[in-house]
T-cell receptor, first 113, second 113 residues
């Protein structure tokens, strides 16, 4: 069964620093891949997705992620963190049949001033 | 206006009570999902429905039931609530034939005492 690992349940960066949130998945079959963001007391909002084509995908709020098949990874980056980026981030992948999403445990991003 | 709405947003109930959480959507999507979120565990799928006559168990369906009253409505019931069902519950929708991204409601915070 598909599984998703997010390395680091909490990540802390300074404002203006690089944000790197790690995501690895288990399947050898390239899935569709997603990053969602959850702000306090809100639902999940789609940041970006990879389906096919270019492996570097850009999302909202300056985030981007690169699909690396050989590493089964889909890490999320942002060149310069902003205080408003503080939230919980979830990586998700489609299951083997493409019918459901499997979520990682989430990474809480803290941005220090 | 929100595309995916959930009622109630917050609920406190006692052990043994029956409770229903409701989800409505105006996105015109055919697929709907119920998840629960617990700290450090990410989102786990409870039930999902690909159309009104198609309902499937997710990974943690025990103690829960669902009803798909119409394409736009999907309800989650706890027949006899227990304290370890205290969690944040999310409804989500997606469209078949799309790239599988899901759209989430704002969540219901349920506390079972």
């Amino acid at each position: 069964a598909q599984s998703v690992t997010q390395l680091g349940s909490h990540v802390s960066v300074s404002e203006g620093a690089l944000v790197l949130l790690r995501c690895n998945y288990s399947s050898s079959v390239p899935p569709y891949l997603f990053w969602y963001v959850q702000y306090p007391n809100q639902g999940l909002q789609l940041l970006l997705k990879y389906t096919t084509g270019a492996t570097l995908v850009k999302g909202i709020n300056g985030f981007e992620a690169e699909f690396k098949k050989s590493e089964t990874s889909f890490h999320l980056t942002k060149p310069s963190a902003h205080m408003s980026d503080a939230a919980e981030y979830f990586c998700a992948v489609t299951d083997s049949y493409g019918n459901k999403l499997v979520f990682g445990a989430g990474t809480i991003l803290r941005v220090k001033s | 206006d929100a595309d995916v709405t959930q009622t109630p947003r917050n609920r406190i109930t006692k052990t043994g009570k029956r409770i229903m959480l409701e989800c409505s959507q105006t996105k015109g999507h055919d697929r709907m999902y119920w998840y629960r979120q617990d700290p450090g565990l990410g989102l786990r799928l409870i039930y999902y429905s690909f159309d009104v006559k198609d309902i499937n168990k997710g990974e943690i369906s025990d103690g829960y039931s669902v009803s798909r009253q119409a394409q736009a409505k999907f309800s989650l019931s706890l027949e006899s609530a227990i304290p370890n069902q205290t969690a944040l519950y999310f409804c989500a929708t997606s469209r078949s034939g799309s790239s599988y991204e899901q759209y989430f409601g704002p969540g219901t915070r349920l506390t079972v005492t």
